[in-house]
């Protein structure tokens, strides 16, 4: 069971790094470079393969990544694809803490497959658990993780990015990830300084956290990321991990919602942040499941699609083919064209 703690905390009342008094200094705020401009542009409009890899095995949650696949993700028209994985599940519990080959070979082939099929990648840690609740005891293994993968991948184009850890949350405070992602950034250094890396805030990689998120200032290759799933009594309505969303069933959305207004100012505080930064920014997931009422869900993706557009955000729908967010029936390849418009479209 997991949830998603619902942010109460009004956005004004954040110690905000973009209140009216504490404009950027123009002479030392840094600029998003051309090379990484052009790297979130590489991401561009993007799709999540949810509830496969990062399921406890492969294929557990009714979900198997095939090449057919992502071929038919770069037909569809989507320019990259975000791959969560639940390492944490693979590595043996010996000292050296070593990623099973058969999974890692596995993920290969479809990284792999992404690419020949000129799609961009970002690889992810998922479902870490254990180290959510317990960081101190847990870092260990991620770094143990971070640092094979660096290794494996060192021989890869920039094509292929990697995202340190999905959803920072419980235990792992803002604070507390601060200082482990900072460490996480130098194991993957020492063994590839170039890779892009990315990185989002604290509470569910939340927004409204942007201003405690702390990047190291000198590393210019880093994409900062959040997930957006506002108004969540909409977007989760009766989904399974969530307490008491079944109550939330047939709520409705449009643009004409109260809710819409606040997500373009959600929005356009995170466009502030980053460009008080110099970061690009990754929209990493944004997604409603498949029970709300179809017209709902078609306009609130749209919205928030194009939202994060006018930013200049990249952006991964969440996600490609599970029954609970999915738009693309499997094992058929039928995608819901409505939902592809909404996200390709216009
Ligand atoms: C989680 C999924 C969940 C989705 C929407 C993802 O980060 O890993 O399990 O379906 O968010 O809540």
Redesign the pocket.
């Known amino acids: 069971m ?1 949830y ?1 703690i619902l942010s109460l905390v009004p956005l004004l009342a954040l110690p905000l790094l973009g209140g009216a008094n504490d404009l950027p200094d123009e002479r030392t705020s840094p600029s998003v470079s051309v090379e990484m401009r052009e790297a979130t542009r590489r991401i561009g409009r993007s799709i ?1 393969l ?2 496969a890899l ?1 399921a406890p095995v492969d294929g557990e949650w009714g979900l198997t990544i095939r090449k057919s696949h992502l071929v038919s993700i770069r037909d569809a028209g989507f320019t990259a694809v975000r791959i ?1 994985v639940r390492w944490s599940a693979h590595v043996r519990r010996t000292p050296r803490q070593q990623i099973d080959e058969k999974f890692l070979s596995r993920v290969d082939s479809v990284i792999d497959a992404a690419l020949e099929n000129g799609l961009a990648v970002i690889l992810n840690v ?2 870490f658990e254990e180290m959510y609740r317990d960081p101190a005891r847990h870092e260990p293994t991620l770094h143990a993780i971070w640092r094979q993968l660096a290794a494996h991948y060192k021989t890869y184009d920039d094509r292929l990015m990697f995202e340190l850890l ?2 920072p949350h419980d235990r792992l405070d803002a604070q507390t990830w601060n200082a482990v992602s900072s460490r996480l950034i130098r194991t993957v250094r020492e063994r590839d300084c170039n890779r892009i890396l990315i990185i989002g805030p604290a509470r ?1 990689n939340d927004p409204d956290l942007f201003p405690s998120l702390e990047l190291p200032p000198e590393d210019r290759r880093l994409i900062a990321t959040f ?1 957006y ?1 506002s108004p969540f009594e909409f ?2 309505q009766g ?1 399974s ?2 307490d008491d969303s079944e109550q939330w069933i047939g709520t409705k959305w449009s643009t004409n919602s109260p809710s819409a207004a606040q997500i373009k100012r959600d929005f356009a505080q995170v466009a502030q942040w980053g460009s008080q930064q110099g970061r690009p920014i990754l929209l990493g ?1 944004f ?1 409603t499941r498949r029970q709300a009422d179809a017209r709902s869900r078609i306009a609130w993706t749209r919205y928030v699609r194009q939202m994060a557009e006018e930013h200049g955000f990249a952006w991964a729908y ?2 490609f083919g ?1 029954d ?2 999915g738009i693309c029936e499997l094992p058929g390849l039928r995608w819901d064209e409505k939902m592809r418009a909404a996200l390709l479209g216009h």
């Open positions: 997991r998603r999540n949810g509830n990062e969560p998922h479902h999905n959803e569910w997930h799933y977007t989760h989904a991990w969530v997931e997604g969440w996600e599970s609970e967010f």
